[in-house]
């Protein structure tokens, strides 16, 4: 429908326009029944519908409506399958039209920095590119049916220890190509209605005051036209949010800040531009949902099997001695709590009232002879020599035991971080005695972040269903039963143990700041240049076939760095049952140009394969899957060079390599004074000439050898090796040379450059 939204705004008194400014209650925004703007509700999110009827809380404890439980992000990331994330999305949109909600907030993008954060449950990976393409697609499936997203929480919000004050302290380099990035490419692409700024400090400054975050980068760089809301209690100063960008505040503030905003409008602190632009901003997406309203059905059961489907499509098979697939009638032990009450999802705002739920024992009772022993308890962490006992004669008398493990609730939870990086005691007492009375053990993990597994070198497979949705249980029976074939791979690094992290020096910091030390450095970027073992890498899984790559291609061989890069590679299933395969590329910096990972995913792609087919898989790349970002650019930079396209089975497991050179027209700007370094200044082509002559000339004159012998001793190559890390200064103390030709030669360097 055609409207004014600035005419309206302009019909608006000071105190509605400072009233559209936060929320009506936990849920709701106001209305101005008088302009037509109506009453809209969001609701959390993200992988399910948790939309409380009364009483409200923002930590998941009181009941919301009966829904569907989604596999949370930490499953459906290792996925790897855009498609599958916008059906999921979409399938949520639709579930927000038929209930009335406007907005779901999510999905969630931090990145994982450390395994010990308390709601990597809800985060996708510790890659941005990874993170980034599975945001894109959840906002575009959920907003493809008129219903808004709230990507969040933006940014550096990495732990949950003192979250709603701690500073987290990152250089901009880091920021941009890990935390913000993750960001990026969903705000650009998917055009989410909102944002939602993240409790903490960034540098220092809160995240929702901040103009550099809130305007400068979301805004003015990447273009941003929705409007930002406040994680919910995240506001610190109303009137200096406003003014960084902040438009919503979450949930109400009582009228407090609202009254704050009338006030600072009539002393004149803040201009009323300010205030108008933000309620247009709001009543834009408001009026936006209005227009896209649309008759819906809530159809529990299709989004229950759809909730099968993506988990199936999305746990991981990380070992597997020819134990699985499992034979339908076998004599199995069913071993483990989470057998029956599978850990499904995590705790705090994104609960999900779920309408059912399924477990494996339920799942699998008609493909084989089951038994179960509870094996645990999950109350408190003590081995119960009971259980222990009956769980051992269960798995003696069976083929196969099937141990279903992982973490209990208490152990990781929005609101706080987990202590270290184990599982429970007595679950790995339970898969230790187990594995002494039956040769055939497989492990099936309920978990939000990655656990220590001493005992991965005694049992025959191990599957990651990670926090799988309410549909778990016929997920993980399908696939222990060969019904589906698993084909998620892991979107984020095992390590060996905790201390391997390399946020575990800087974790989670003193309460005041956390200093993220490690820089660009995360996840596999840090074990791969380490060249640290690791449990298991970034990017693996194994499937019940193979695959085989072959003829890795590049369109071109060198390429300017405004072009684009297509590259193609043949998969082929050479195993003998149908399969996908999650192709991954990898981008390797050879220019020498900056510090940089070994390797960095800059694309992937997932197909389906029949026993011997073929498919060839084409991938795009761009200046921006190349480039760092330069902070004396302000700008990302690819140094011209060469660049290594690598395709990998994983992070360690690169199975084809091919060359581009890059070519850019991009001037990295020196400063030049006598400081500067012989080393940096022959190393540009520009000023190499000016140096090289003048320190022949220099040498002539100081009378050593003759002019024409000197001029040819000197290459550029030597005068490199001997004085790389010399500044020019140097020059007065190590070849005599005086101050006046020294200010000349800074001076003749300085227009080389300029040229
Ligand atoms: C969480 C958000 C959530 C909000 C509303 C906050 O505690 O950090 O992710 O959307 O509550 O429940």
Same mark, same amino acid.
Request: charged share 25%; glycine share 8%; aromatic share 10%.
């Given at each position: 429908m055609e409207r004014n939204v600035k005419e309206i705004v302009s019909q608006m008194t000071l105190e509605e326009k400072a009233g559209m400014c936060s929320g009506k209650d936990? !849920?709701? +925004?106001? =209305?101005?029944?008088?302009?037509? #703007? /109506?009453?809209?509700? @969001?609701s959390d999110g993200p992988h399910g519908l948790r939309k409380q009827a009364d009483q409200a809380d923002h930590l998941g404890i009181n009941e919301s409506i009966k829904a569907v439980c989604f596999p949370a992000a930490c499953a459906t990331a290792c996925s790897f399958d855009r498609e599958l994330l916008e059906e999921m999305g979409s399938a949520l949109g639709v579930e927000c039209q038929a209930e009335n909600v406007s907005v779901l907030l999510g999905p969630a993008v931090n990145i994982k920095r450390s395994p010990l954060c308390g709601r990597n449950f809800e985060y996708f990976s510790e890659d941005p590119y990874l993170a980034g393409q599975m945001a894109k697609a959840h906002i575009q499936g959920v907003q493809k049916e008129g219903v808004g997203t709230s990507i969040k929480h933006f940014a550096a919000n990495n732990q949950e220890y003192h979250r709603m004050s701690a500073s987290s302290e990152v250089d901009e380099r880091?920021?941009?190509e890990i935390y913000l990035a993750a960001f990026e490419t969903p705000v650009k692409e998917a055009k989410p209605k909102t944002v939602m700024c993240s409790y903490n400090r960034i540098n220092g400054v809160f995240a929702s005051e901040n103009p550099w975050l809130l305007d400068e980068v979301l805004r003015k760089e990447w273009g941003y036209e929705g409007y930002v809301m406040s994680d919910w209690g995240a506001v610190n100063d109303r009137v200096s949010g406003l003014k960084a960008g902040l438009e919503l505040e979450m949930p109400a503030s009582g009228g407090q800040t609202d009254r704050q905003i009338v006030e600072a409008v009539k002393n004149g602190t803040l201009k009323e531009e300010i205030l108008d632009r933000a309620v247009e901003r709001i009543l834009n997406v408001i009026f936006d949902y209005v227009d896209h309203r649309k008759d819906a059905v809530f159809d529990m059961e299709k989004d229950h099997a759809l909730a099968e489907k993506v988990e199936t499509e999305s746990m991981v098979l990380l070992k597997n001695d020819e134990i699985l697939p499992l034979k339908k009638g076998v004599r199995a032990a069913f071993i483990g709590a989470f057998a029956k009450n599978p850990r499904y999802q995590g705790g705090g705002s994104s609960h999900i009232n779920s309408?059912?739920?399924?477990?494996? +024992?339920?799942?699998?009772?008609?493909?084989?002879? *089951?038994?179960?022993? &509870? %094996?645990?308890?999950?109350?408190?962490? @003590?081995?119960?020599?009971?259980? #222990?006992?009956? $769980? @051992? &004669?269960a798995a003696k008398a069976a083929e196969v035991?099937?141990?279903?493990? %992982?973490? /209990?609730?208490a152990f990781e939870s929005e609101g706080y971080d987990r202590a270290h990086m184990e599982m429970p005691k007595c679950q790995n007492h339970l898969i230790r005695e187990i594995c002494k009375v039956q040769p055939n053990v497989v492990v099936v993990l309920h978990n939000g972040s990655p656990v220590e597994m001493p005992w991965a070198d005694e049992v025959g497979g191990i599957l990651e269903a990670y926090l799988g949705g309410q549909g778990v249980g016929t997920a993980e029976a399908r696939i222990l039963f060969g019904e589906a074939n698993p084909c998620g791979k892991l979107a984020e690094t095992i390590p060996y143990k905790l201390s391997d992290n390399p946020s575990y020096l800087n974790f989670p910091g003193d309460g005041e700041t956390v200093e993220y030390k490690e820089g660009i450095f995360v996840g596999y970027r840090y074990y791969d240049k380490k060249e640290m073992p690791v449990r298991y890498p970034f990017g693996y899984g194994l499937s019940y076939t193979q695959f085989t790559y072959s003829n890795l291609k590049l369109d071109k061989k060198s390429m300017r760095d405004t072009e684009t890069l297509t590259v193609s590679v043949d998969v082929t299933n050479s195993g003998d049952r149908e399969g996908k395969e999650i192709i991954q590329l990898y981008v390797a910096d050879k220019t020498g140009s900056a510090n940089r990972p070994v390797r960095e995913l800059k694309n992937f792609a997932k197909v389906s394969l029949a026993p011997g087919e073929t498919k060839t898989v084409r991938m795009e790349l761009n200046k921006r899957s190349f480039a760092w970002y330069h902070v004396k650019l302000h700008? !990302?930079?690819? $140094?011209?060079?060469?660049?290594?396209?690598? #395709?990998g089975k994983s992070s360690r497991e690169i199975?084809?390599?091919d060359t581009v050179e890059l070519t850019t027209e991009v001037k990295v700007p020196m400063e030049i004074h006598k400081n500067t370094t012989v080393g940096r200044l022959m190393d540009d082509p520009r000023m190499a000439p000016v140096l090289q002559d003048a320190l022949s000339e220099m040498m002539q004159t100081m009378g050593s050898g003759d002019g024409q012998? =000197?001029?040819?001793?000197? =290459?550029?190559?030597? *005068?490199? %090796?001997?004085m790389e890390s010399m500044p020019l200064r140097g020059l007065r103390s190590f070849a005599g040379m005086d101050e006046k030709a020294l200010d000349q030669l800074v001076e003749n360097l300085r227009a080389a450059q300029r040229q």
């Open positions: 936990f !849920w709701h +925004l106001k =209305s101005v029944e008088r302009l037509g #703007i /109506p009453e809209v509700m @969001v880091t920021l941009r309408f059912r739920v399924t477990g494996a +024992l339920e799942a699998a009772k008609n493909l084989a002879e *089951i038994t179960f022993a &509870e %094996g645990y308890g999950l109350k408190e962490d @003590v081995i119960d020599e009971k259980l #222990i006992a009956e $769980a @051992v &004669e035991a099937v141990i279903f493990a %992982g973490l /209990p609730d700008d !990302w930079y690819a $140094a011209s060079g060469n660049y290594e396209i690598q #395709i199975v084809l390599i012998a =000197s001029t040819e001793a000197i =290459s550029p190559e030597m *005068i490199k %090796g001997m």
